[in-house]
């Protein structure tokens, strides 16, 4: 295999993951809801997941805990995504919207 | 170019695209609609990095349960003719686009410098026994930390759906 092939390249999938950090970041402040707020949450661990992948696959030998630590990943953000379902269902509960700009009180 | 490039061009695409569209589309929906986009992009890539494992691990547990869960947060939100468009102020946009350009570019700036060498080389394969021993071997306390993660979040989000007090 030649090296010259675009995809046995770094930089490559370090600019996409880099890419999908900024679109994540843009959305997380951007965002009205905390839904969209979420989505975007979703997208930052996507590129830290192929940041690691990329780095990792790339190194020196080739070690396993790029890919172990990018299903760690996906652990956390499954975890996060149910914790915040449950808080999106609470807030509209008590609230009757989920605008992230106006949640002003945190009485239980 | 090879075939496989073209692909490899078109699967970044897709994954460019699906980002822009979570982030940029005025409606929750089509957003979602473009991260589970952005996800097949990346699993994609994946595929492209020699981690045939991982591709499917993201295509089953973010397409299959995470843009699943999104979905009915969605759907749970109230109605949506009730629901204001995601745009805010176009003065809140620039402010957020200035501040992740600045910070893309400081850390386009740090990655340039630090894997100049790093170009041209073939991407190593994983297999999935390796991947099981390194899971099973030497990180035994962080899969059990994250199997706990799950567990106690999974109840946390039953106890807060379930015992909050609703106030409309």
């Known amino acids: 295999m030649t090296g010259d092939l675009i995809y046995h390249n770094l930089h490559i999938y370090l600019f996409a993951s880099l890419f999908l950090l900024g679109c994540g970041l843009l959305g997380v402040m951007y965002r ?17 997941g192929l940041n690691l992948v990329a780095l990792a696959s790339f190194s020196a030998q080739g070690n396993a805990y790029g890919i172990a630590f990018t299903l ?16 999106i269902i609470t807030v509209f509960r008590r609230f009757g919207h989920i605008e992230g700009g106006q949640i002003r009180e945190m009485k239980g | 170019m090879t075939p496989g490039e073209w692909i490899f061009i078109a699967v970044m695409a897709t994954t460019l695209a699906g980002a822009l569209a979570a982030v940029l589309s005025g409606s929750l929906v089509y957003a979602l609609f473009g991260l589970v986009t ?31 869960l999104i979905a009915f947060a969605i759907m749970l ?11 805010t102020t176009p003065k809140k946009f620039v402010a957020a686009l200035a501040v992740v ?10 990655i340039m410098g630090s894997f100049r060498a790093a170009s041209g080389v073939r991407p190593l394969t994983v297999t999935t026994e390796e991947l099981g021993r390194v899971f099973l071997d030497k990180l035994t306390l962080p899969f059990e930390a994250i199997s706990l993660l799950i567990v106690v979040s999974i109840i946390g989000a039953i106890m807060l759906a379930l015992f909050s007090k609703g106030e409309k």
């Open chain 2, 38 to 68: 952005a996800m097949f992009g990346v699993a994609g890539i994946y595929i492209y990095l020699n981690a045939p494992f991982l591709a499917m691990m993201q295509i089953l547990i973010y397409v299959g349960a995470i843009s699943i």
């Open chain 2, 101 to 110: 350009l600045f910070s893309l570019l400081v850390l386009v700036g740090i």
């Open chain 1, 72 to 87: 760690f990943i996906m652990g956390i953000a499954a975890a996060e995504a149910a914790i915040a379902l449950g808080i």
């Open chain 2, 77 to 87: 939100a109230g109605p949506m003719y009730l629901r204001p468009r995601e745009w």
């Open chain 1, 32 to 48: 009205r809801t905390l839904i969209g707020m979420l989505i975007s949450m979703e997208l930052i661990m996507n590129a830290a």
